[in-house]
């Protein structure tokens, strides 16, 4: 089970940045329950990419996994049949219309070991460690990008992988003169988080991460972190 302190709806305590956190996630609330009904076209054309992410995860039946974002819950299918009926996925994300969406998908399928939760993942607190975990076009949109990667790390067993599957700026050459309109449009398109960096946060707190795909540019691109083995 998934618990949060802070009902999943405040930033941690004494930080000088509150009020911008709560803003950033009230933002994502109202884009992502305007988006919800039109996630189908998203998850079709990228498709392949989230499952090249997944396959990354090497995931055994009987492994816990953890996703954050999980949107109307996309992911679900492909990971449970990885994990099989003896493993136990938990799902969260941070809109009530998506995680409707996700939970109607777990119903009309009729999955007993997917556990799908309103929370902010930047504070969410979980009861048990996970095998893996995975993040596919959400952890650039959260309103603190260190602060959800150690949330993960943290619930990950010793020598657990985190994949993310997402979206940026073009990263060199003179294209990246269209960078302006590209942040512009992700701020509106998905509240795309333009202060925080998915990979320099990745790599502050995993001990080894490695960009294994990148599509489109090199703006969406898959990072596999390995969080390091107890000693």
Known sequence: MVTDR????????????????????ERSRTVWDRWSDWYEMSERDLEPMREAAIDRLDLRPGDRVLEIGCGPGVNFERIRHE???????VAVDYSPEMVEKARERVETHGWEN?????????????DEPFDGALATLSLSVMPDIRRATQTVSQSL????????FDIGTIPDGPARVLNPLIRRFLRWYANWN????????LEAVFDNCTIVDTYMADTTYTVVCEKRKSA
């Open 6 to 25: 802070r009902d999943g709806n405040s930033p941690p305590s004494g930080s000088s940045t509150d009020d911008d956190h709560i803003a950033h996630l």
């Open 114 to 126: 997917v556990e799908v939760r309103r929370a902010d993942a930047t504070t969410a607190e979980f």
């Open 157 to 164: 067993v010793p020598d657990g992988t985190f994949v993310v």
């Open 194 to 201: 333009p202060d925080g960096d998915v990979v320099a946060s």
């Open 83 to 89: 994990i099989g009926p003896a493993g136990e996925l």
